[in-house]
């Protein structure tokens, strides 16, 4: 199996007979997908005899490259920046949630039609649950971001029905337009004092400032630290130690969002676990089974 894939190998594609690579991550960049040893391992527990491979498909390339996955008979694919919103008008059909996010991070194929769906959110929820041992209701929640990853994440704590929605983004517009988007899940009987349920807000340190009595969690849904250089978005001078702190960006350990939280006695965490559920709700979707969830964390730990 090559380390990556173009869309040249597809056009000239020759099926393995051990082995075969029927499933992969488009992407652009690829090379640092953790998809693959993780989706591997999964399927090397569950003994399924397919392989998961990184595919390099620039946005011009998208198009044929789903079209040539459809021929040579894969099971499905994944896709990462910048090609979510792009998929989805390519598929054959998206389930509804995958509609109402905007994008899908999954593409099932089935007799030779493309069907896609998003597991962000969910995978979101669940890595939440499982950082922090709370569900998405009970908390009032601070999204930073409002592009592809936060409309998933923002949709979600709107569907369970978060106690309190705050979505701030350097182009203030985006937010506004996201939360403008969400109102409907926000006009229910939950009253909170002075604060409104759902806010969107601008990008500046006095805004964050004043929320931060009023929020529980904050996720960080930017790029903003993919670059351990980078300031944290939000400084740590203004976190409060009652935060948990969720950033979904996975390329190191402590990134500066991260450290921000745990110097200002906080809890906080990287998007590993993000990165583990959306997977493992993609696993499932193309095989109808459980996903070994134990062998792909371990796999994603050792990578
Ligand atoms: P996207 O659609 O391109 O959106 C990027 C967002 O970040 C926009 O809101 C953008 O603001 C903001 N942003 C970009 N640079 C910024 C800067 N220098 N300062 C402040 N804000 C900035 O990207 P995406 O698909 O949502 O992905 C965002 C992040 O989510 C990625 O870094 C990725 O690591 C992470 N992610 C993780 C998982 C996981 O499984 N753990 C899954 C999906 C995504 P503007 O609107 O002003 O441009």
């Known amino acids: 199996m090559k380390e990556i894939y173009t869309l040249a190998d597809l056009r000239s594609w020759k099926k393995s007979v ?4 029927r499933l992969g991550v488009f992407g652009d960049p690829v090379a640092h997908s953790l998809s693959p040893p993780m989706q591997n391992a999964a399927l090397e527990q569950c003994r399924i005899d397919v392989r998961y491979a990184r595919f390099q498909v620039a ?3 998208l198009a044929d490259a789903l079209d040539l996955c459809r021929k ?21 059909d998206a389930d509804a949630n995958a509609k109402r996010a905007g994008g899908i991070n999954t593409i099932k194929i089935e007799g030779g039609r493309l069907h896609g769906f998003n597991t962000d959110g969910k995978g979101f929820a669940r890595a939440i649950r499982e950082e922090f041992s709370v569900d998405l209701r009970d908390l009032r929640v601070l999204i930073l971001g409002a592009g592809g990853a936060s409309r998933a994440i923002a949709l979600q704590c709107a569907r369970e029905h978060c106690e309190r929605m705050v979505i701030a983004n350097r182009t203030f517009e985006k937010a506004k337009a996201l939360a403008d988007d969400l109102r409907e899940f926000f006009v229910g009987p939950k009253v909170l ?5 759902l806010q969107a807000i ?42 948990m702190i969720y950033d979904t960006i996975y390329t190191s350990d402590r990134t500066p969002m991260v450290t921000a939280g745990l110097e200002a006695g906080a809890r906080a965490v990287n998007g590993l676990s993000m990165l583990l559920h959306q997977g493992a709700l ?7 089974r459980e996903a070994p969830i134990a062998e792909m964390k371990k796999a994603l730990l050792e990578s």
């Open 18 to 21: 051990k082995h075969p690579v």
């Open 59 to 61: 946005p011009a390339e």
């Open 282 to 288: 993609a696993f499932e979707i193309w095989f109808d």
């Open 202 to 243: 601008p990008w500046e340190e006095s805004a964050f400032r004043f929320q931060m009595g009023h929020i529980d969690l904050i996720v960080n849904a930017t790029p903003v630290g993919l670059d351990r250089r980078n300031t944290p978005p939000i400084p740590a001078r203004i976190l409060e130690p009652h935060l």
């Open 193 to 197: 004092g002075p604060a409104p349920r």
């Open 72 to 92: 040579h008979d894969f099971v499905g694919v994944n896709l990462t920046l910048p090609h979510k919103i792009a998929a989805l008008g390519l598929v054959d």
